[in-house]
Antibody
């Protein structure tokens, strides 16, 4: 059974950094992309980026380039999202999700078949 | 980015009703569409992938249809446990994007 377990809630001041973890179990960690999304209060989920746990290669949504860093530690099947220079509008629940891939004629596409429970990051002075 | 628009934003229905939610994409996404259910304080849960494929373990009262730019999620007989917000999401091209959600209320 696939499980993604995230670290606990964080409260940070503007300008600080935070690191959120996502520990995977129940499947081959290096076989599936891990996606990071965030959801501000009352809003739809928003794509932050993805990491290939096998190669470590990452891809970020344009608005998070420079402020978000995704890494992984395959020895403990854990992915991380590092957020720097936090602002009040970074207050949100951050989710990790496993990407299930489907090959198309041109590329591969992914949907999210399992999610972590979410980590609330509050940025407040 | 591909824009996803759902309707209605809020829906109130009675137990046993047939419920339909619509999702429109700003450009064609073939069948690369998923539906998720999110209960308050919880993570989204995958219901449907590739527009009409039911995820394992999801009750058969949930169904999806459509292709191109117009899609629907149907609940054939609404149950009290279906109280949630429902999101469509395209995964044709990154960044994958979600609709604004449909909040389903039980009368």
């Amino acid at each position: 059974q696939v499980h993604l377990v995230q670290s606990g809630a964080e409260v940070k001041k503007p300008g600080a950094s935070v690191k959120v973890s996502c520990q995977a179990s129940g499947y081959t960690f290096t076989g599936y992309y891990i996606y990071w999304l965030r959801q501000a209060p009352g809003q739809r989920p928003e794509w932050v980026g993805r990491i290939n746990p096998d190669s470590g290669k990452t891809h970020y949504a344009q608005k998070f380039q420079g402020s978000a860093t995704m890494t992984r530690d395959t020895s403990i099947t854990t992915a991380y999202l590092d957020l720097s220079r936090l602002k009040s509008d970074d207050t949100a629940v951050y989710f990790c999700a496993r990407g299930r891939g489907v090959r198309t004629s041109a590329t591969s596409v992914y949907y999210y078949d399992s999610w972590g429970q979410g980590t609330l990051v509050t940025v407040s002075s | 980015d591909i824009q996803m628009t759902q309707s209605p934003s809020t829906l109130s229905a009675s137990v046993g009703d047939r419920v339909t939610i619509t999702c429109r994409a700003s450009q064609t996404i073939s069948s690369w569409l998923a539906w998720y259910q999110q209960k308050p304080g919880k993570a989204p849960k995958l219901l449907i992938y590739k527009a009409s494929n039911l995820e394992s373990g999801v009750p058969s009262r949930f169904g999806g249809s459509g292709s191109g730019t117009e899609f629907t999620l149907t609940i054939s007989s609404l149950q009290p446990d279906d109280l949630a917000t429902y999101y469509c999401q395209q995964y044709k091209s990154e960044p994958y994007t979600f609709g604004q959600g449909t909040k389903l209320e039980i009368k």
